[in-house]
């Protein structure tokens, strides 16, 4: 009997998982998640989702745990009324399991291959849980690619709630030192409120910086600001945990970030770049950076270097003129890669070189990103060679080749100027080549070898080829070429091959005696036969340095462009030509000295980006028709000479005169076929990407117009920090200011609005740190952000931000519907009312909860297509300190303080309102007779002489409402922290312990239930 009903039991939960597996298939637009670009194939949704509904169903309906077995099975045991239902991971098939009659009988569940370890948590013992956390890791063999994925369960059955109150606190000891210096994170409350974990120090701070935080408590995240120095230098930090009985896990949403040019102190003296491609639809970029990260086995900053990926969607009639600019796609940044500077060759020494990126699909991956990690001095060299590789720009598999390679007693490779290539080669079946300088030896003639290296699948490797000794030829002799000095690098990969050019001063056997100052091409189409090249110039000459050097394939030729000396240099080759003769080249730009130099050929044109060095500036200089070059140009330079005419963008200009621009730059067409040239500014350590309109028409005259989008930049100060989550996306806005604490944006200050989405840094409306023009009404060209709030709905990101526009602050709406790369900008409300805006949205109501200048609370909805606004009856109140909650009826609830001040001795009263979405008309929440919470006299006992200024207010789905705020008792500088809960005021929480009284002023008080 029970064998029976265990079989039907056995073959109804099959048929329900199938069911399920369909049903997800057809609903998957709608639950849970939606894709941030670049591409769309980073999720494994269809196994993830399986899982997802198969556990977290059960889990729900559960009345408790257990059991759970990490080791060795990774199972987890569940009563679910009078049925123990089991998972477990089942390693030889990497598929999860499922029982039915407690681990007797086992059961594959479809969809759900490939996983590769999984781990169940909970609190101890499991019996009590009430909150399971499931991480598990899948590996696809065919990609090499590792993901991790990982969501948070409740049992739904569980008869106690847990609750996060979290804050900034003073950690006061005496009644006059209410400035502490110290402050504190709370870390959470959970269970019956009053029950409360002790505080955790995070950072120190001055008084003068109010510091800002947010929670939200599905997924356990705090995002706070921490003073790394003295010298009120900031990291935006996210404070995360599984569970919670665990210690914090930390990560770092933007920090200070001084971007790494290259080794030299003099800008343009080295031969560094920085690469911008143009794939489809987007711009593409890698970069190397500095960075103060917390170092947790040390317990301190220390100096780090970190390599970023970034990203740029471009969008059709951008940044044309006449189109609008309610539309913008901002640069998207991530770290990839971090390594502490004191582990790459000492605390001084250390550093990340020659950051290169390709795109094609190769080895698994389709962006391609390789770069050197070493020490400073190119004597001894560079001595690690990584290799990052990624699909979708979100997960990346990042290998030390040198390591990989050679294992621990790798000493063979030291490289410089590595570039990765994709494509077809002759001889080999590879799809990913590298071209790199490998140093051999400090002493001697024959110091460097140009190497090639190659693979399809990052596991297996082509020998090492050192190609400039393989008998390579010249003018039909064999002349092996001997490098003492190597200047710069480039190469590029067509259907003939791979071409190489190279600078160096050394020698060749039988083509010119002694050291001489060479520039050499050279080709490889099969990299088993012997190389052949051409040298400029010829013979014993040697009266050129050339010190920067660039390659492309385009119009027929192999196009080169050189700076040698004071001159610069255009040289060119036919593809077909044997290369037993000379090369075809042409003098341009006398008494200039170019560096930093890069090409690239579309079109009928090839453009040239570089950076001026007796002037300081970045030049963009064009060649018409190979063949018979013309050249063009700004003259002299970009920076010192455009005029921003009236069809720029947000009339900004990206450099000023008196800052050395483009001392790094790389150089693009995007498919918008504009010219995209991103430059380093040595000045203000910002990179940025200058847009120059219409690169292929006839003429080119200094009218024509530039925008910018700074893609990376920061400033030391934090604040308005709001966090939004839905599913497995985590998105984060915050302004970025360069001033101290005030009410309002100081005049000419620098604030901009950012957001961090899933890891990736943006913007919404570019960067106005060159802006030369706050005067008229274009986004993009003034202060914003100084208050802001960010919530996501059904995959959709909204941002309601301040603007300071002549003096007002206006509020404006942003909304992105493509994981936050591009922007419908629109000014919800320009009545100068844009103080402490609170943002709340679902499927049918959008309210923006904000003061005006007279400090009157405002509700700005959107429907039907317009904005509205509205205000409670008693509308002359002073509100400050806003917080609200829409909850699931279309109520929205709001807590506010009649002052700003934080000093307990100031009086001052909360206030608590209803707003009826549905009606568009407030209610009376029955707390007072006028919706206030007034002063309480006589309340458990004590005298509350004030309440606030910092409170937070959540209501759960069965409509019962939280209220949190600070509370003053009379005559006293102690504060306590109020609760009400289920229509009444809870006990006051005030004494940890007596000893150790401690004080809840808690700024940016938050309260969520987890």
């Known amino acids: 009997m029970l064998k029976k009903l265990g079989a039907t039991l056995l073959e109804l939960m099959v048929s329900v998982s199938i069911i399920m597996i369909f ?149 006061i000891n005496s009644n006059d030192d209410i400035n502490s210096n110290v402050v504190n994170l709370i870390e959470h409350s959970y269970g019956n409120i009053g029950s409360f974990q ?134 998207m940044k991530k770290r990839i890669f971090s390594i502490r500077r004191a582990d790459i060759g000492g605390a001084t020494r250390g550093t990340i070189r020659f950051v290169r990126i390709a795109y094609g699909n190769a080895a698994g991956y389709n962006i391609h990103i390789t770069f050197c990690v070493g020490t400073k001095a190119l004597s001894p060299a560079i001595n690690d060679f990584y290799y990052a590789g990624s699909i979708d720009g979100k997960n990346w598999y990042i290998i030390n080749i040198d390591k990989k390679i050679y294992g621990s007693t790798e000493s063979q490779l030291n490289p410089l100027f590595v570039i990765p ?118 013979g014993n000459v040697s009266s050129l340095t050339f010190s920067s050097v660039s390659i492309s394939i385009g119009g027929g030729y192999v196009n080169i462009i050189a700076n040698g000396g004071t001159n610069n240099y ?108 991103l430059t380093y500014s040595s000045t203000s350590s910002s990179l940025g990407e200058v847009i120059y309109l219409y690169p292929n028409s006839p003429t080119l005259t200094v009218n024509n117009s530039l925008n910018t989008l700074l893609v990376h930049d920061s400033i030391p100060y934090y604040r308005s920090i709001n966090a939004s989550a839905e599913g497995s996306n985590f998105v984060i806005s915050y302004c970025d200011n360069n001033s101290n604490e005030t009410s309002v944006p100081v005049a000419n200050s620098i604030n901009d609005i950012k957001l961090n989405i899933n890891g990736f840094t943006t913007e919404i409306d570019g960067n106005r740190r060159f802006d030369i023009n706050n005067s008229t009404d274009i986004d993009g060209s003034r202060s914003c952000g100084f208050y802001n709030d960010v919530k996501i709905v059904n995959g959709i990101i909204y941002v309601a931000y301040s603007e300071l526009i002549s003096g007002n602050l206006r509020l404006r709406f942003a909304k992105s519907v493509d994981g936050g790369q591009s922007w419908q900008v629109q000014t919800a409300n320009s009545s100068n009312a844009a103080r402490d805006i609170n943002l709340q949205a679902n499927q049918n109501f959008i309210n923006i909860v904000h003061r005006n200048s007279l400090n009157q609370l405002i509700i700005t909805k959107y429907a039907s297509g317009t904005w509205s606004n509205y205000q409670p009856i008693i509308a002359g109140l002073a509100n400050y300190n806003i917080r609200t909650f829409l909850d699931n009826t279309g109520k929205l609830h709001i807590l506010s303080f009649s002052s700003n001040d934080p000093n307990p001795l100031v009086i001052k009263t909360a206030y608590y309102r209803v707003f009826n979405n549905n009606t568009n008309l407030f209610e009376n929440v029955g707390l007072t007779n006028d919706n206030l919470l007034l002063t309480y006299n006589n309340l458990f006992g004590s005298t509350f002489s004030s309440i606030g200024p910092y409170g937070d207010i959540f209501v759960d789905t069965d409509g019962t409402v939280y209220i949190v705020v600070n509370t003053v008792r009379i005559g006293q500088t102690r504060l306590d922290l109020l609760i009400y809960k289920n229509g009444s005021w809870q006990s006051p929480i005030r004494l940890p312990s007596s000893s150790s009284p401690l004080n809840y002023l808690l700024t940016s008080l938050r309260i969520n239930k987890w």
């Not at 082509?462 to 190469?491: C, F, G, V």
Request: net charge neutral; with cysteine; glycine share 4%.
């Open 198 to 331: 002790p505080f955790t120090p995070i950072s120190n701070r001055t008084s003068l910086n109010t510091l800002n935080l947010d929670t939200f408590i599905s997924s356990y995240n705090i995002v706070a600001p921490v003073r790394i120095s003295t010298t009120s230098t900031y990291q935006l930090w996210k404070f995360s945990k599984n569970s919670i009985n665990e210690s914090f896990i930390y990560d770092f949403v933007d920090t200070i970030q001084n971007f790494t040019r290259d080794i030299n102190t003099t800008p343009g003296s080295d031969n560094d770049w920085i690469k911008v491609i143009s794939v489809g639809n987007y711009l593409y970029t890698a970069y190397a950076v500095q960075e103060s990260i917390y170092n947790s086995s040390s317990g301190s900053f220390e100096n780090y270097y970190s390599v970023y990926f970034a990203y740029r969607k471009l969008i059709s009639g951008f940044p044309g003129p006449n189109t609008g600019s309610t539309i913008k796609a901002s640069w």
């Open 570 to 677: 255009y040289i060119r080759q036919t593809i077909t030509n044997s290369l037993n003769t000379d090369f075809l080249y042409t003098t341009f730009l006398p008494n200039n000295t170019l560096r930093c130099i890069d090409s690239t050929f579309v079109g009928s044109f090839l453009h040239v980006s570089a950076y001026n060095l007796s002037t300081g500036d970045l030049e963009y200089i064009r060649i018409s028709n190979p063949a018979s070059p013309i050249f063009e140009r700004i003259n002299p330079s970009i920076d010192d000479n455009l005029t921003v005419n009236t069809t720029s963008i947000d009339n900004q200009i990206l450099f000023s005169s008196d800052i050395n621009n483009g001392v790094m730059n790389g150089i693009a067409i995007g498919q918008d076929n504009y010219l995209h040239i």
């Open 421 to 538: 290539l994709i494509g077809n080669l002759s001889g080999t079946t590879n799809q990913l080549h590298f071209i790199f300088v490998n140093w051999r030896t400090n002493t001697g003639n024959d110091r460097y070898r140009i190497a090639y290296l190659s693979t399809n699948d990052l596991n297996n490797f082509s020998t090492i080829q050192e190609i400039n000794i393989s008998n390579p030829t010249y003018m039909n002799t064999d002349s092996p070429i001997q490098i003492r000095i190597i200047r710069d690098l480039d190469a590029t990969i067509d259907n003939n091959g791979i071409h190489i050019v190279f600078s160096i001063s050394g020698q060749a056997q039988n083509v010119w005696n002694g050291n001489k100052d060479k520039l050499i091409y050279m080709r490889k189409n099969n990299f088993n036969n012997p190389a052949i090249y051409n040298v400029y110039p010829t």
């Open 23 to 171: 049903f997800v298939i057809i609903t998957s637009t709608l639950l849970y998640f939606y894709q941030f670009p670049p591409f769309d194939v980073f999720k494994d949704s269809s196994t993830y989702r399986t899982i997802f509904f198969e556990l977290s169903k059960t889990i729900k309906e559960a009345n408790q745990v257990k059991n759970i077995y990490n080791t060795p099975t990774r199972a987890i045991y569940l009563e679910v009324n009078n049925y123990i239902y089991a998972y477990r991971l089942n390693k030889s098939t990497k598929r999860l399991e499922k029982s039915i009659d407690g681990g007797y009988t086992w059961f594959l569940i479809p969809n759900t291959s490939n996983i590769e370890e999984i781990v169940f948590k909970t609190s101890t013992p499991p019996t009590q849980a009430k909150l399971v956390y499931i991480s598990y890791k899948t590996f696809y063999p065919n990609s090499k690619l590792t993901r991790n994925h990982q969501f948070l369960v409740k049992i739904r059955k569980e008869t106690q709630s847990y609750f996060l109150i979290s804050g900034i606190n003073n950690d």
